[in-house]
Every structure is written in structure tokens, then in C-alpha cells.
């Protein structure tokens, strides 16, 4: 018998399935600026520099990690393409960047429409969340490479912020204020640590309830990461031109000890009162489930805290009350102070 692609693993027919089933997913996202639809070699966008003075294209790209465990253990995956896209959007966004596109990369193992399908409406869900369009992507088919059910999961972001506007922490002085805005829970971070937790240690089912949380093991680790694009982008465009906004940081691997130092310019230190905001209660309950210590907890998790605003102590107040105003839980957290680049919790 002749061999065939199908013989090696792959089913075109059942490929071509699955990527006309999400291109009207895509198409959801897409604004005017975007020209050619959806499944061409490439995807054209029409930046219209006519909008801008100087503009810089800034580009992000990231992944869902482990997290992705926790999906195929719940048999749900119609979420962690919001945290695909999220990953990408809210570290952009740390320069003060709009979001304009986003491209996918899927990698399965054998085609799987209905699991393809599910991905991308969470990735498109994220689009629509961060205001970009869903352009383009890639879906691998790689036969013998994972075990049937896995895949992999890339994203990459392409945004723009006009040169003199760009955000950089340089700014910071002594006595700016450190804003934080509350994260949904664990985000997309420290997932190896939280499975061998529940998993491993604690031999928990992925279907059972937890008091403490509320809800069952699997829908606490599987929530969402929390998208900032929108409310933030507004707060740059009300603060434009005022000095206002000084630094912004996405809080993910690492924590709030590893991130926050990105942006200070030497000389400042960021002193961050443990405590003065609500902690998600998957927190403790890790902690105390797998008798975590306070400093490997501050490097592995978020902390509570998804993303840093740093303003100036004249417009701390005011910031807080926008970010309120659009429905953002927002916290005064600490302050800038002199000293080494870290953070120092008191």
C-alpha cells in the first residue's frame, strides 16, 4: 500500500476543517485596518501614520505555560487563549503601547477541530477584550512529537505608542506612589509549583470543591488572567501631557520582587506594604496546602497583584480614582523611596 500524509499522521481534509471553523473567529475581531481578511501567506494592516507624529511598533510574544496542564486535566480550553493573548497585551502595554494585532501559534499533536475551535474562541474572547485583531496565525500539526490531547500554545503582539509618549520608568523619583490593580488569581504564572501542590501533594481531584475557595480545584486554577489594555489606555489618554503616569509593570513570573525592578532607574527602591491590599484566596491556600514560604511565594506568584501603576504624588489620588471609575480594583500598595533597584516589603 502507497504511503500518505494521512498514513503519517496528518488528515489535510480534517486540517482545513479545523481552520475554516475558526476564521470566522478571527474575522470577530478584526477593525477596518485590517485588509485582507483572514487565511492569505501574510496579513496587511493599515497603520495610517496620518494618526501619529512619530510612531514605534513594539512587539511582545509569550505563552500559556503549564497552565495549559490544568485545561486538558478539566477537558476545557475555550479560556487559557485569553490568557495566551493577555500575556503578550498587558507586557505591551508597559510602554504605553496600543495593541494592534495578534497572531497564534498551535501546535497539536493530531487535528482536533473541536479542540482547535475552542482554543481560539478564548484567544478571539482575548482580542476583544484588549481591542486588537486577530490576523493571522499558525496551527502544526506534529505527529508523535506530544502525547494525543496536548498542544502548545504561542502568541505574539504587535502595538504602537508615539515616540515622545513612550513610558520607560524613568521618571520615577522618591515619593511617587505605587499603585496596584488586583489580578484575578494566579494568571499564567507559577503553574509547575501550584499542579505539584494540589496534584502531587495534596492528591486532590481536579473536580473537587475547596471551601476555602469556593469553588472547585480546577475553575480556581483555570481562571482567567485579567486583561489591563483598555483601563489603562484610557489612563494615559486622561493624564496626557501632565506627568502623571511615570511607570507601569505586568506582574508575572517572578513576582512582584522581579518585575517591579524593570522599570526603576537607579537610585530608587520600591517599598510595598504586605497587606494593604486583598489577596485572591487560591494564595493562602497554596501556601498553607504546601507549606510555601513567604519568599517563595513573592517570587513564584503574582502576589495578588497583576498590574504596578507609578504616579507622581500630586496625581496618586487621582489616578486611583480613575482606575476605580472604570471598574478597576485599585489599591495604594507602597512607595518610591531611595536606594538599590528592589523591592523591600514593610
Known amino acids: 500500500m502507497p504511503l500518505t500524509y494521512r498514513s503519517a499522521g496528518l488528515n ?5 476543517e479545523g481552520i475554516s471553523a475558526i476564521a470566522p473567529l478571527a474575522r470577530q475581531t478584526h477593525s477596518p485596518r485590517v485588509l485582507d481578511g483572514f487565511g492569505s501567506f501574510a496579513s496587511l494592516y493599515d497603520l495610517d ?10 512587539t511582545c510574544t509569550d505563552g500559556v505555560g503549564t497552565k495549559i496542564h490544568v485545561a486538558r486535566k478539566l477537558n476545557k480550553h475555550d479560556t487559557v487563549g485569553i490568557d495566551l493573548v493577555a500575556m503578550s497585551v498587558n507586557d ?15 501546535c497539536m499533536p493530531e487535528d482536533n477541530p473541536v479542540l482547535l475551535k475552542q482554543i481560539v474562541q478564548g484567544i478571539t474572547t482575548g482580542c476583544l477584550r484588549a481591542g486588537c485583531s486577530l490576523v493571522g496565525g499558525e496551527t502544526a500539526i506534529h505527529p508523535g512529537d506530544m502525547e494525543p ?3 502548545d500554545l504561542a502568541g505574539f503582539c504587535v502595538g504602537v505608542v508615539e515616540r515622545d509618549e513612550v513610558i520607560t520608568g524613568e521618571k520615577i523619583v522618591p515619593g511617587d506612589q505605587v499603585l496596584g490593580l488586583s489580578s484575578s488569581g494566579l494568571h499564567s504564572n507559577g503553574y509547575s509549583l501550584a499542579r505539584k501542590i494540589v496534584f502531587d501533594h495534596a492528591k486532590l481531584d481536579i473536580e ?11 475553575a480556581a486554577l483555570l481562571e482567567p488572567t485579567r486583561i489591563y489594555v483598555k483601563p489603562i489606555l484610557e489612563l494615559i489618554k486622561h493624564f496626557k501631557g501632565q506627568e ?16 517591579i525592578p ?5 537610585g530608587c527602591q520600591v517599598n510595598l506594604r504586605r497587606g494593604s491590599w486583598p489577596m485572591p484566596s487560591i494564595l493562602p491556600w497554596l501556601q498553607k496546602l504546601g507549606s510555601v514560604e513567604q519568599s517563595e511565594m513573592d517570587r513564584v506568584f503574582n502576589g495578588g497583584l497583576g498590574f504596578i501603576v507609578i504616579a507622581s ?14 471598574r478597576v480594583m485599585t489599591h495604594f500598595v507602597g512607595e518610591v523611596v531611595e536606594g538599590s533597584s528592589e523591592v523591600v516589603f514593610v
Open 12 to 16: 489535510l481534509d480534517l486540517y482545513e
Open 49 to 58: 501614520v496620518s494618526r501619529y507624529r512619530q510612531p514605534l511598533l513594539v
Open 92 to 106: 505591551a502595554l508597559c510602554c504605553g503601547a496600543e495593541p494592534l494585532v495578534f497572531l497564534d501559534y498551535v
Open 149 to 151: 490531547g496536548h498542544y
Open 208 to 218: 473537587q470543591v475547596v471551601r476555602e475557595l469556593g469553588t472547585t480545584v480546577g
Open 244 to 259: 502623571a503616569i511615570h511607570g507601569l509593570a505586568h506582574i508575572t513570573g517572578g513576582g512582584l520582587v522581579d518585575n
Open 262 to 266: 524593570r522599570i526603576l532607574p537607579a
Open 313 to 326: 504624588l500630586e496625581a496618586a489620588k487621582a489616578v486611583k480614582a480613575h482606575l476605580e471609575a472604570s
